[in-house]
């Protein structure tokens, strides 16, 4: 019985490092669907943008200038992380890497709690403490229900968590000597394996150096 052939490569643009348009950037958002893309085994081009020097083809196609972008249908290009995974889990949903509702917001304030924190100039504005609860919310999840979000299957939750907790780790180390709390062990043991997952050291940014230039201005400002 012959295979089925694989589909044409879906194309997906994604932030390149600024003044090296071939070298894959340092967008979480970008490498969520990534992430994405490869659990599921679909064959994917990458457009590398240098969002310091918009190309006019990628303006056309995403007028905000915004990444990442993702066409599957032709002349159809759909912008927003969140969209693209959900149009990706319908077109293509096997294997399933749906997160159950009742799952899929853990963790979704680490993010924003851990913006705040680096950009914070003032120790005694809660910001770190907030950061902690996050964490700390998020290691008591893991301690009854991990490794994973969803337990012991990776899923979009994941795929989500993931390129953000590589920033905090990159970023609060580097502008803030800051680390996630050695207590927080059902933390480091998730970050551990998501980060040796096959599928996010392909997608991940090139060096850290790139994810710390690009904190670079928020925190600088």
Known sequence: MASSPLPEPVQVCVKAVAGSPDIIGDCPFCQRVLLTLEEKGIP???KLVDLSNKPDWFLKISPEGKVPVLKIEEDQ???DSDVITQIIEEKYPSPSFATPPEKASVGSKIFSSFVT?????DPNDGS?????NELQALD???????PYINGEN???ADFSLAPKLFHLVVALGHFKGWSIPENLTYV??????LFNRDSFVKTKPAADDYVIA???PKVNS
């Open 44 to 46: 994917y081009e990458t």
């Open 214 to 216: 690009g904190w670079a």
């Open 117 to 121: 924190f680096l950009k914070s100039k």
């Open 188 to 193: 480091h043991a998730y970050t551990k394996l």
């Open 128 to 132: 770190e403490q907030a950061l902690l």
């Open 140 to 146: 008591e999840h893991l301690k009854t229900n991990g």
């Open 77 to 79: 290009w759909i912008p």
């Open 154 to 156: 990776i899923s979009a």
